[in-house]
């Protein structure tokens, strides 16, 4: 490919090259369509202008050295009621004083308040720019997110200048509280540093990409990309279980870092593509090897929550990081518990074998207020024909069939936690009179609290016995339970590391359970 000396260009398709000049005066822009890959040198004297709208975004990938800016004119979302974009500067060295001067038509403001401001996790806060604050701003970090919004009725465009990114790029992420005991302080902000797209997941490319690369530096319990919708409903989950994910220039998005005090994550250039859509994209699944079942939780007409099952050969019914991901807020309307190595978790997408698929009982997890009347019903299901899909009320009594109708509750009692309803896969056909394999009560052992947590006791109307035995099968724990409270809890202080087995019985109702404590 011969060098390109550009005069005046607009490009609108896929187009290689090796070396590209804009002269002085001289223009060239890539339209929202449009797509450039180089192998060489970039050098720009003149205007070079990178375009997008809401759904279809320019990209650049420059494999040599960089001379001279381009401008990203970057979509940006109006700002309503909780209706935000999370964005990162797709170019290096963009003031954000600047950036707001020269956007200044289309950045929304309230009164001295900007629309761009960041996340501080150590206190779970959002804090954005004003009129006296931005000039110290400094430069938009590469790989950092920042909240932004655009003015109603506008065009929506926000323009970035600098330039573009052609070396691997870091961005250091903080978990400002070792055990979690705040949401809020696990999570960073961070966004796409590249003119282009990025491959997120494993099935966009098997080794390139976000979560493979940084897996080591997320919370195995939350390895996924959060992304935020800009409705103000909350963050969709992308991670393995999605289809091939492809990440927007400058995108933002959400991660929880590990229990490590604070790590760089990586964005490489073997991640990016120019092939993309929207901000998040997704192929379809092949359905050949992998299967899905998605439940919604609704208030009316309005869907309040819902809760992901994934089903693939290789998985278990313990924690699969990067196929499991806990929610983004842990006290949602409609979450899920692992089966196996239940620790507290609720997770927005549980990941389970082939083999769970018609033989598994799951524990839901449900937060209603008492009076808020709510259905549950399938949304999305394309698991084996033939698999019945029962969700359990125990303290109705009640096992509905979610294939043929919708679960529908008014509580008299706030809902709270796991332990009363739990959702059946099953072949067979189940009658509440039958004896169904269900646990009727929830136990977990988190790995950062000395004690172990027994829900749904509230549920029963018989005395609960608890009997905590060693591996070598020595009661080292014998306690009797209230059942008038939902969730309690015995200490495990004093007692050695090592695998337990603890026994609940409430009448003929016996739950055997494995537990690891240290």
């Not at 600047?98 to 761009?116: H, Y």
């Not at 960041?118 to 009129?131: I, P």
């Not at 309307?333 to 239940?342: A, G, H, N, T």
């Not at 706030?414 to 332990?419: E, I, K």
Request: net charge negative; aromatic share 10%; proline share 2%.
């Amino acid at each position: 490919m011969k060098k390109l000396t550009l005069l005046l260009c607009f490009v609108s398709f896929l187009t290689k090259a090796q070396n590209i000049t804009v002269a002085s005066g001289k223009s060239f822009t890539i339209e929202k369509t449009g797509a450039v890959t180089m192998s060489g040198n970039f050098s720009n004297s003149g205007t070079f202008t990178l375009n997008s709208d809401s759904d279809e975004f320019s990209s650049i990938i420059i494999g040599g050295s960089v001379t001279g800016n381009i401008s990203y004119n970057r979509y940006v979302n109006s700002v309503g009621t909780n209706e935000w974009d999370l964005i990162g500067s797709p170019v290096d060295g963009q003031s954000i004083s600047s950036f707001a001067s020269a956007n200044v038509s289309t950045l929304a403001t309230n009164g001295a308040t900007k629309a761009i401001g960041y996340y501080d996790n150590a206190d779970n806060t959002w804090t954005n720019y004003t009129t006296s604050t931005i000039g110290g701003a400094g430069n938009f970090p590469l790989g950092k997110g920042f909240q932004m919004g655009t003015i109603a009725n506008g065009t929506g465009i926000l323009s970035f200048t600098g330039s573009p990114a052609t070396t691997n790029q870091t961005q250091e992420i903080i978990n400002n509280d070792a055990a979690n005991s705040s949401a809020g302080t696990r999570w960073n902000l961070v966004a796409n540093p590249f003119p282009s797209y990025i491959q997120g997941n494993a099935n966009a490319h098997a080794t390139n990409n976000f979560l493979t690369v940084n897996s080591d530096k997320l919370d195995d319990s939350y390895e996924a990309i959060y992304g935020y919708d800009a409705d103000g409903t909350g963050y969709t989950i992308y991670n393995n279980s999605s289809g091939a994910l492809l990440l927007a220039p400058g995108q933002g998005f959400m991660i929880a870092s590990d229990n490590t005090n604070s790590d760089n994550i990586s964005f490489t250039t073997d991640m990016r593509t120019i092939v993309g859509g929207d901000d998040f994209i997704t192929s379809s699944r092949a359905m050949q090897d992998s299967y899905e079942l998605i439940l919604k939780l609704y208030q009316g007409d309005t869907e309040i929550d819902n809760t992901r099952f994934y089903f693939k050969e290789g998985l278990n019914l313990g924690l699969d990081p990067g196929y499991d991901a806990g929610h983004f807020n842990q006290s949602a309307s409609l979450m899920s518990r692992l089966v196996d190595e239940d620790k507290g978790v609720g997770f927005a997408v549980n990941a389970m074998g082939l083999e769970s698929i018609n033989d598994v009982v799951i524990p839901l997890v449900v937060n209603r207020e008492s009076g808020n009347g709510f259905k549950i019903s399938i949304h999305t299901n394309d698991i084996y024909e033939g698999t019945n899909v029962y969700l359990e009320d125990n303290v109705q009594g009640s096992l509905t069939l979610l294939n043929d109708q919708d679960f529908e509750l008014t509580p008299q009692d706030n809902l709270s936690g796991a332990g009363r309803f739990f959702v059946h896969l099953t072949s067979a056909s189940l009658s509440i009179e039958d004896d169904i394999e269900t646990h009727l009560l929830n136990v977990y052992k988190s790995d950062i609290n000395n004690f172990i947590t027994i829900e749904g006791t509230a549920n029963q109307s018989n005395q609960i016995n608890l009997r905590l035995y060693n591996i070598l099968g020595k009661e080292v724990v014998s306690k009797t339970l209230e059942n008038n409270i939902n969730t309690q809890t015995i200490s495990t202080q004093g007692l050695a590391t090592g695998i337990y087995v603890i026994k609940l019985k409430s009448g003929n109702i016996l739950l055997t359970k494995k537990l690891f404590i240290k």
